[in-house]
């Protein structure tokens, strides 16, 4: 039920192009973002409608919903806060190593959704296949995951501070 749900949310959003007001919208307007781009091609260093890779896919849809972030998954390892696998939220980043034997940031991807079971979805730009979603139960990511960031909560808190005058109280 609460799949179900969120899916109708996520439609809502898509047709309706409402702004969020909260965190919960802001999750699902991300991720309504991304869903947009399936089946955009992979296109290496790409961060256009030709194509993105995945950094770039990231980087994009974030922006597109006001929250800023690096544009490598070098650096997106740094972006926002690190918070454990088990409870990641639709928009955290997932960083995840550039092969097996690397333990070094090559690649990133944005979660989509959780699964009644637990299962974590994510969407990403992946050079075979362009923007598609994949999941944490896959042996090929499970292996090269590094850490996961919640970068929409800390966009939140900087977008309230700055809109913080002194002057409200009074």
């Keep these: 039920m609460k799949q179900i749900s969120l899916f109708l949310l996520i439609f809502l959003f898509y047709f309706n192009g409402n702004t969020p007001v909260n965190e919960v919208e802001l999750r699902e307007q991300v991720v309504v973002s991304a869903a947009k781009m399936l089946g955009t091609p992979y296109r290496r260093g790409g961060k256009s409608e030709n194509g993105y890779d995945c950094s770039g896919f990231v980087q994009y849809v974030l922006n597109q919903n006001n929250i800023k972030i ?14 454990p696998l088990e409870t990641v939220r639709p928009g955290d980043v997932l ?18 959704h959780v699964d009644q079971n637990g299962v974590i979805y994510f969407i990403h730009s992946a050079s075979g296949t362009g923007i598609t979603i994949d999941n944490m139960n896959m042996e090929y990511y499970k292996k090269r995951f590094i850490k996961a960031r919640d970068v929409i909560s800390m966009a939140l808190i900087e977008q309230e501070t700055s809109n913080y005058s002194p002057d409200q109280g009074k």
Excluded: M, W, Y
């Design 95 to 112: 960083i995840f190593s550039g092969s097996k034997k690397s333990k070094h940031p090559g690649h990133a991807a944005l979660v989509h």
């Design 70 to 83: 690096s544009r490598s998954s070098c650096t997106q390892v740094f972006d926002g806060v690190e918070v």
